[in-house]
């Protein structure tokens, strides 16, 4: 169902009464989306985008140097790159070049967008819900010539400050019973990344379940704490990982190693000039080492999961296609299975 609500109260009114708080939690605090909240400053702040998502990506290389975001409810990716050349599969975007790839899912994309508030521009977008799925930030090398290209080519002549976004259904999980001699089968004869992330939704979707149900020889569980060891290995060794994050709509990864960590209360951070992450190690539930079949043995994937059982971030060997994994990154993973 879709419905129009007036937000009670404009994003510049309750940011001025809590300054300190994000747009993401001011929404969640009222019962509104983010979207819903957004829009009230649209004509001040804000201009509404048409939702041509296929265009405005094809222009995101022009921009050049940008902040691109990605976060689930428990961590926030943010990479530093220029985007390179577009691939398009039906309605997914991939960007993929040295440093970075990001997959974008537009199926599940409904809104975008314009943004100017506290001298920084961006381009956001929104799935049917009103929940950010992600987010393009100038930086001081962006071009600002081309944003205001993108953002004039592609304004909406809707400039209303009231958004009608759909109401999440709650739906109870369905029980799958799962038979563990065919997912190991299946399993046993995968061949790449894709292929495991479509058996995960043939069994039901549910990783926490799935990897019980692999057993030792495809699937450890670790301990919770191990993502902020796995992460403080990573800086004392310099090595080169693949640390993804996703949502329903987009997969973003940075490829390259970490060097700056910093805890903040509950939040884990990597603070690099070129890749930020912030992991919420209180959402974290489960921790696992997953091991996929391949051509070139078996591949070694840390899964940080949630209470749900779903991926909040998942960091691989940073290795060449058709290549093995380094000794180093097996060395490290296990450190942690020891």
Known sequence: MTTTQSAPVTWSA?????PKTRIRNAAEELG???LELLSTEIGHTCIRLSPNFAGILDELPSLGPVM???????????TTFPFGEIHWQERTALYLQPGQCTRYFTTHWAHA???EEDDRKSLQFFDHYGEAVHKIYLTQNSKLDAY???VEAFRSDDQTNRTAVEQVAQEVPATIQIDKGELRGRWSTIEN?????DLIEDFGGNRSTIYAALGEEYATRLDCGDAEVLLTLLSEHA???NISVQNHAAVQSYCGSVKRLLRTGPWFNVLDPTFNL???TEQIAQVWVIKKPSDNGLLHSIDVLDNAGQSIVTIADDRLRNQPESAEWQEIVSKLRS
């Open 278 to 280: 912030h992991l919420n």
């Open 113 to 115: 967008i314009a943004v």
């Open 193 to 197: 990344a894709h292929q495991s992330d």
């Open 14 to 18: 309750y940011k001025a009464a809590h």
């Open 32 to 34: 509104i989306s983010e």
């Open 148 to 150: 205001q290209r993108i």
């Open 239 to 241: 090595l080169s990982t």
């Open 68 to 78: 691109a975001l990605t976060r689930n409810d428990a961590v926030v990716h943010e």
